[in-house]
Nanobody
């Protein structure tokens, strides 16, 4: 059974940093390494938005609001995706979700909460 499981969220002061992790369980290397993985976030009362994506060749794209502050990376051998959040702002507070298309199906993790105090 395929599952995406996020971890690493928490409470941090503005200006601080966090690293989020996403484990793709129940997948095999060739499937995971060949797909684009994404991080989304959703704040209360707002739509879910795409924060960062990393393709199978490692190229990354970011939302303008997080560019130069967040870094997405992946470890295909461990079937993990990471999101490093630097210089956090109160408006970055949200539930962060890992997402990927695996075995022709769109999978989402349950999310991890990031809270930023001002």
């Amino acid at each position: 059974q395929v599952q995406l499981v996020e971890s690493g969220g928490g409470l941090v002061q503005a200006g601080g940093s966090l690293t989020l992790s996403c484990a793709a369980k129940g997948t095999i290397f060739s499937v995971f390494s060949g797909t684009t993985m994404n991080w989304y976030r959703q704040a209360p009362g707002k739509q879910r938005e795409l924060v960062a994506s990393i393709s199978s060749d490692g190229s990354a794209n970011y939302a303008d609001s997080v560019k130069d502050r967040f870094t997405i990376s992946r470890n295909n051998g461990k079937k993990m995706v990471y999101l490093r959040l630097n210089s956090l702002k109160p408006e970055d507070a949200a539930v962060y979700y890992c997402n990927g298309l695996l075995y022709s199906r769109d999978y989402w993790g349950p999310g991890t909460q990031v809270t930023v105090s001002s």
